[in-house]
């Protein structure tokens, strides 16, 4: 449906496309809210329990894949973004400064809106220092880059369950129980609110980036 606005918005016709929609009453789908109610108290989606998945599939895959894996859970970005944040890191010069903004302690995604800003999945900013990338062991190592295609096979040669999606939910989740706003934690995964209250109004805390580096500092340590 939402594409089919657009699509009519784009030609010139989105008050046949309103007509139409009206005339067979044709409604944006609303999702299964009993689905999102059921998966808070699903066992194996607890933080414990994702956070223990992780960490066995790091420990057992080649050191430098375990080392993505924990990156991954300190970005908090979708598996095949991660892939691309380190071949940015590694490319160049240390570090990469074009990508990664010392000063703002961030990997600064939107430069490279070819890689990280599509069409329905974006990523924009990611907060970690340099201390952490030189102790996740990212940033030095020669080790070729493996592709996302690349770990899923090591996990199945090894007989491994294999599901970065955990580390996707386990950045959310421990930054929201560190006390992160909701809207932070969205730009922070790509998502921004279309809401009145988050595009005009709403103003962070001046201590948000500090807040958020402090959190991740407690979430390395766990990993």
């Known amino acids: 449906m939402t594409a089919l606005a657009n699509l009519a918005k784009f030609q010139g016709r989105y008050d046949q496309f309103q007509q139409m929609r009206i005339r067979y009453n044709l409604k944006w789908s609303k999702g299964d809210s009993m689905q999102h109610f059921s998966r808070f108290f699903d066992e194996q989606l607890s933080f414990d329990t994702m956070l223990q998945r992780i960490k066995e599939m790091a420990h057992i895959l080649p050191p430098f894949m375990g080392n993505i894996i924990r990156f991954a859970c300190l970005i ?5 973004e991660v892939v691309e944040s380190v071949r940015l890191l590694r490319a160049g010069s ?56 690349q770990i899923r096979l090591a996990c199945w040669r090894l007989g491994i ?16 129980a ?14 921004v609110s279309q809401s009145v ?5 709403l103003v962070p ?3 948000f980036k500090n807040d958020v580096l402090q ?9």
Do not use: V, W
């Open 178 to 191: 560190s006390g992160i706003q909701p809207e932070i934690i969205d730009m922070l995964q790509g998502r």
């Open 76 to 80: 908090g970005l979708r598996a095949s």
């Open 161 to 176: 369950k294999m599901d970065m999606r955990y580390c996707r939910k386990i950045f959310a989740s421990h930054l929201r």
């Open 205 to 207: 805390q001046s201590t």
């Open 94 to 149: 240390p570090g990469n400064l074009a990508y990664y903004n010392p000063e703002r302690q961030a990997l600064e995604h939107f430069r490279f809106p070819e890689i990280f800003i599509r069409q329905t999945k974006k990523a924009y900013i990611s907060f970690i220092t340099r201390e952490q990338l030189s102790a996740i062991g990212i940033l030095n190592c020669k080790t070729h880059i493996p592709t996302y295609n």
């Open 197 to 201: 209250l988050t595009r005009h109004y």
């Open 215 to 223: 959190a991740l500092e407690k979430l390395q340590r766990q990993l």
